[in-house]
């Protein structure tokens, strides 16, 4: 349940923080042979199947949260694969706690614990049927940069709704602490929090503008549309939660949009950093041509070719 109104925490926003969201930002962009869509989109699916089967939202806000981090280095190297590639459970999860540990040094410390726990061995959750908002906002294209009386920007390849919302709700959990906010709650806003998405184009902050009164009828019918997918009690469950959206008047209003803000930022940041990158930082801080027995020879044939 939200939080009742409380003054936010004294000094800024959780600076640590900042390198973890920004590396987690590209689960957004990772894919691999044989499973369908990004990393985000498929944990924004996983994490829609555990609540239509029954699980409850604050466990599936730890779940997936804790697997999101563990991905942020390990990419698809995941339970499934690990366990199929000849892993004990154990031994796989020991893996998944490395990839967390890796990752987690400066979140909470009582947040931490708790999320390490959900990667010990224990039984698989049975997943629901997936709604159909599930798979059409991963097919809805986010809008890219706009505002009223300008062209769009528009960076490709874009990011789809159910990684934004994915993203954002994983977010939200890692900044729930610092906002005293509850994770559960916070986690299932930002899952549903671009409903109206599902059915509806995105036009970005332009088409909103441009649709005037239009837009509060457009959006509460689209959202309708998304909730009668729903049955109870999970319906209830996130029509509550979605409450704290319109603005940061309550601790889980001003975690949710502090994890929406940075992600929205960080999308187009990685757009412009991949831009700004330099060979010689690919060569020397990255050290594409790595250590090892040949290095010398890379070196002499690439300083022979000439390249770069």
């Known amino acids: 349940m939200p939080s009742e109104n409380q003054p936010p925490p004294s000094g800024a926003a959780p600076e640590a923080l900042r ?41 599936v806000a730890l779940d997936i949260t804790a697997v999101t981090l563990a991905a942020t280095r390990l990419c698809d ?53 997936l709604p159909g908002f599930v798979a059409a906002l991963a097919q809805q294209p986010r809008a890219g940069v706009t505002c009223p009386g300008r062209a769009r920007i ?24 610092f906002y005293r906010a509850d994770p559960g709650t916070v986690f299932l806003a930002a899952m549903a929090h671009h409903f109206h998405n599902a059915a ?41 939660a979605r409450a704290v959206l319109p603005d940061d008047a309550t601790a889980e209003g001003r975690a949710f949009h502090a994890a929406d803000c940075i992600d929205r930022v960080l999308q187009i940041a990685q757009h412009l950093r991949g831009a700004s ?7 020397d801080e990255w050290e594409l041509v790595h250590a090892g027995p040949v290095k010398g020879f890379h070196d002499r044939v690439l ?4 390249i770069p």
């Open 19 to 59: 390198d973890l969201l920004i590396e987690m930002n590209d689960l957004k962009r990772v894919r691999s042979a044989g499973r369908e869509g990004s990393i985000a989109e498929r944990l924004f699916a996983q994490g829609w199947g555990l609540l239509t089967g029954g699980a409850a939202p604050d466990d």
């Open 77 to 129: 190297l995941d339970a499934a694969f690990l366990t199929v590639a000849g892993l004990s459970e154990e031994a796989a999860s020991a893996v998944l706690v490395a990839g967390f540990d890796a990752v987690t040094g400066e979140l909470d410390l009582a947040l931490r614990e708790r999320l390490r726990g959900r990667l010990a061995p224990r039984p698989a959750g049975r997943p629901g049927p």
């Open 154 to 177: 528009l960076l490709e390849p874009p990011e789809n709704h159910a990684e934004h919302c994915l993203i954002v709700a994983v977010y939200g959990v890692c900044l729930s602490p």
């Open 200 to 240: 509806m184009p995105d036009a970005g902050f332009t088409g909103e503008m441009l649709l005037g009164d239009h837009l509060g009828p457009i959006m509460a019918t689209t959202t309708a549309w998304a909730l009668a997918e729903l049955a109870e009690p999970l319906r209830g469950q996130v029509e509550r």
């Open 277 to 283: 990158t330099t060979m010689g930082m690919v060569l």
């Open 303 to 306: 300083a022979d070719m000439r």
